[in-house]
């Protein structure tokens, strides 16, 4: 069964090595991993001729399309939120009606996360120094779209109860379950 | 023609009338605006039992899939990028292979909000304080999954030239351009 892994994870500093170590995982768990930064089988003629971020976001759409899952790492990144690209690919998946998956090593709630990042204390209510409403929807771990995409679609969001911040991007506990969930899943025919 | 309208502004503090702000610009512009806040015509009596967050996130996919076309607000939230919640249904509605649009009010490129974001200098290299490389495809508006998408589709990205900070929640100019191109566009079957 082939599955993407999306994530934030293409921006470390050897991304290679990483995937490389993600694929593991996945081969571990019985799974065949599929890395953004895996080249296509058979790449369209007419993208040789598209600016570089184009003709990568067009074969990460190829790849995703090519899964039969897609498990995305929503460690926060840069933010109280997962990393853009990593939720535009969980939607693309979600809209394709595979099963989508998700990991994070942050406990936090979003909500409480959001509000710390706006140096939100709790006598601040909810609108932030922009005017705009922070939402309190208790434990979901990101925005609401993304909970509600992995739950509806089959799949689990996985958090890991207690990584240390700075182990945030070398802790796999959280991964290597989400893994297995998905792969004691039946499968689709 | 159903255009739904995604963006940051349900966070609004009134955004009934944020919504209706929208609505009237699509309709000036020969458009059906559609706002996550809508109810739906018709709503599957099993998610009666959902837990609000997810009855909204189920409507918003059955929103986006009742439309012809999506156009994002992209404008900048919390953070370097466009608010997740949006770019989760900008991907949801690429994968149904209907064309995206985005407008957004900062003029700056991603790269430059990002680096400002992590307090990068020039002399700063491309890998932030967590050893994530920041990535530099010059003049793209935000990740290359999103500028990627709205080209691949056949929609266009407008950024306001010249927004005032202060300005970036009630100016709707890009967002006009935005509905004015969608509409010049010959309509699909």
Redesign the interface.
Known sequence: MRVYLAG?DV???D?HERAAVLKALCTKHGLVGVSPLDALAHEPEAWAGL????R???R??AHIASCAALVANLTP?????????T??????????GRPVYGWTNSHTSFTTR?RA??NMDDDSGD??D??????N?GP?A????????I??SGGVLIRHPNCPDDE??TEFGAFELCLATLRSRPQRP
């Open positions: 934030p921006f470390m500093p991304p600016h570089e971020p184009y990568i976001a067009r990460n759409e990144f840069r933010g109280p939120s997962a990393d853009v690209g939720v535009f690919e969980l939607g693309y998946m979600r809209a394709l959001t990042f706006l609108i932030d922009n005017g705009m409403q922070v939402e929807f979901l990101d925005n609401l779209m993304i909970d509600s995409a739950a509806a945030h991007w």
